[in-house]
């Protein structure tokens, strides 16, 4: 019951230094605002990019071993299980 009374009353104070200092809040949000958008444009252009680099190397194909590597992969793979015994 108290942190409802609590909030109630954080709420109303809240709405009443909106109202009596609105002038200085659009001026802290005009503030924060260019900030807030460089920093969240940053991040989506990096993760954007990196998803790009890795659709890029599945087209590619460099994730997937080729012929010969297939024939040397198999070759210690025996080996290694020959160690193991």
């Known amino acids: 019951m108290k942190t409802l009374i609590g909030g109630a009353v954080a709420v109303l104070l ?17 503030g924060a605002i260019p900030p807030i958008l460089l920093i969240g ?15 890029w190397k599945k087209d590619e194909g460099t994730d997937a071993p080729a012929d010969g590597d297939k024939a040397r992969i198999a070759e210690l793979e025996k080996e290694l299980e020959g160690l193991k015994k």
Request: hydrophobic share 60%; proline share 0%; glycine share 16%.
């Open 41 to 55: 444009g940053g991040l989506a252009l990096y993760l954007g990019f990196d998803e790009l680099k890795d659709s």
């Open 14 to 30: 809240g709405i009443i230094g909106i109202a009596v200092w609105f002038n200085a809040f659009l001026q802290i949000l005009a």
